[in-house]
């Protein structure tokens, strides 16, 4: 296993993970968006195998150079919904507050590629902090705070028991949640002294577990999600539908079980986003109901997640599940069983 984060090319070549004769090719990309592979990940790649689905999260490949007419820098609208630096407010009863635009890992497919890494946005501190922290303060609507970024819990357990200890003073905020990869990818970062920090507000924690492929639910992330657990911590998944990784029944199914055996509720399923570079990831909308359709004839209902598109522009997210029920106008519905076959409903 590799003993520190690798972050270019050169460290991929060495590790064996790509072919030093794709260097050129691969340096172009890594100008443009950063590379990071912490330990874990990098244990859990098989470099014999080229369709690896790990590989393909967190690898760069020439295919994010080929940009996409429907691509946009900002795919989900997030800068015209930002009234202050580090905020976004797109619904009435929640803000994002980015506190960090770093990762401990950088996913070929992140919607805010052009807003992470080294060369990215920074972090939220001094003043810009204050001021958006301000902002949650004046705006008694805000009943939720999701912590997001880049990832939130790449900071120290300091820097987050100062923040949550403002957001405890902040009687209208009830709810924070956290958006994170790191219990997936680094869990040994999930510490006593790091759910401390994110519990203390004594608002409810909710944390959003990102991870895609079963074979991240290692017995060292599980047992991180425990520790959340143990310390008051909700747990819920958030996933991307992507080609080559998880885009069929079998994988989908044993990765929300696994969720659910971990004591992670299945919760959200992304369509991808329209993120420069990532077209070779992306399925048709119709592909993703199918697989939609198919989980629900093998699974238990406590498994099955939303699956979610967020719209261009800013104008939020969608369900993508298709409607069961039709009207058929005479006080009677055509109602979709999970085998596609309809029973009429008076």
Known sequence: MAETTLRSVADLVAQGLVREEETTRLNAVAERYAIALTPTVRALIDPTDPHD??????????????????????????HPHSPVEGIVHRYPDRVLLKLVHVCPVYCRFCFRREMVGPQGDGSLTGERLETALDYIAANTGIWEVILTGGDPLILSPRRLRDVSERLAAMDHVRVLRIHTRVPAVDPERITAEMVEAL???????????????PRELTPEVRAACRRLSAGGVQLVSQSVLLKGVNDDADTLTALMRGFVETGVKPYYLHHPDMAPGTGHFRLSVAEGQALMRELRTRISGICIPHYILDLPGGHGKVALGEDAVRDLGDGRYAVRDRNGQEHLYP
Request: hydrophobic content about 45%; glycine content about 4%.
């Open 199 to 213: 519990t203390l507000s004594g608002k409810s924690v909710i944390l959003a577990l990102h991870a895609n492929h």
């Open 53 to 78: 689905p790990i590989a393909a999260q967190y690898i760069p490949s020439a295919a994010e150079l080929v940009d996409h007419p429907a691509e946009r820098l900002d795919p989900i609208g997030d």
